[in-house]
């Protein structure tokens, strides 16, 4: 039986979702009992706030953190006793949520998320990969935020994708013998679009502002779905290893993403219907009003950051278990839940 121990690593991390997340998505998984071979309760949770990927390599191997950052949802020391506690608590009162909210509901009848055939893809693509299919004894799973998804680059990792040829590696795993690592950004937002009725591989155009990892991420997994991009530089020019073709602005876009921050009136593409913040921050509400946040325009972050944490665990993490890993819906209705109870105790 594996045991996993799971990091966030960048800076800042402090107000990262992602162990909830992750603590959330094992939870689900330990439904199962016996047909999921991995250590839920024995799994660990942490945070690693550092700008250097040796750090965080450092961290994978050793397992120590010599400053526990202060978590912003529980005001107190990741992986200590109050967090932890807490932590607990939150994920308790989120699996007594077993249906996902109807507002969150897929807008399409072919949701890719949890499209059994792209699971069964998923999973025999990864042998090819060479990666394993099934979890070894003692594995550690990784996800990395800025400034650290540009820095990865080695032979001594493989990759099961071209994120480190596009510099925006945010998925990281040691499976007992060796690292792998992929960029599921980009997956994530083609899924999440998808998820919203966009039919992306019809040649759906997304409007970028931006051109960091996240970016690259995003623009690379789009044109390869079949969509079209227009492109805005922000504080950076979108570069990617290969030529591409930038649709105007100025035309009508289906989908679009401000890397750069929140899309604003002097943007050509502030009249698009769907568009998305990558960014998110604590919410001092009540739950109805956290449902409510997640539902107005532009889309709140906690949507990219789940979409692509499921993406991570399909492509990456358990590609076995892609077919149990619970859908957008369902996580994110979990995870206003967990937050919701968080806040009651903090």
């Given amino acids: 039986m594996a045991q996993v121990r799971y990091a966030v690593s960048g800076s800042p991390v402090t107000h990262s979702l992602s162990p909830l997340l ?26 690693v706030e550092t700008e250097a990927i040796e750090d965080a390599l450092g961290w994978g191997y050793a397992g120590h953190v010599p400053n526990a950052p202060v978590w912003q949802y529980t005001n107190a020391p990741f992986g200590k006793y109050r967090t932890d506690a807490l932590m607990k608590k939150a994920i308790e009162a989120a699996m007594l949520i077993e249906d996902a909210d109807p ?26 990969a060479h990666l394993p299919s099934q979890s070894l004894e003692n594995e550690v799973w990784m996800n990395l935020t800025s400034p650290l998804k540009h820095q990865l680059s080695s032979d001594a990792i493989s990759t099961i994708d071209e ?11 040691w499976d007992g013998r060796a690292w792998w690592c992929a960029g599921v950004d980009g997956n994530g937002v083609v899924a999440l ?6 039919d992306v591989t019809n040649g759906a155009i997304l409007g970028i502002v931006g051109g960091g990892g996240a970016a690259r991420s995003t623009a690379d997994a789009w044109l390869k779905a079949g969509g079209k991009i227009a492109t805005i530089a922000g504080r950076r020019t979108l570069e990617l290893p290969y030529a591409f073709e930038s649709e105007d602005p100025s035309d009508m876009v289906d989908f679009a993403v401000d890397f750069d921050g929140d899309l604003t009136t002097k943007n050509p593409f502030e009249s698009c219907l769907k568009r998305l913040n990558p960014s998110y921050c604590a919410l001092n509400v009540d739950l109805d009003s956290r449902f409510e946040a997640l ?9 990219m950051l789940t979409a692509q944490h499921i993406e991570a665990w399909k ?6 278990y892609a077919h149990l890993v619970p859908s957008l819906d369902l996580l994110l209705t979990q995870l206003v839940h967990a937050e919701s109870a968080l806040a009651a105790y903090t």
């Fill in 193 to 198: 679009a998808q998820h919203h009725g966009i």
């Fill in 295 to 303: 539902l107005s325009q532009p889309f709140d972050g906690r949507w």
């Fill in 103 to 128: 507002r969150f509901a897929s807008k399409t009848a072919d949701d890719s998320l949890h499209s059994l055939s792209k699971e069964d893809a998923l999973l025999m693509s990864a042998p090819h």
């Fill in 163 to 173: 994120s480190m040829l596009l510099q925006s590696v945010n998925a990281l795993r």
């Fill in 22 to 47: 992750m603590g959330l998505v094992l939870s689900n998984l330990e439904k199962f009992g016996s047909s999921v071979k991995l250590g839920c309760t024995g799994s660990s949770l942490h945070l």
């Fill in 315 to 320: 492509r990456l993490w358990a590609p076995q």
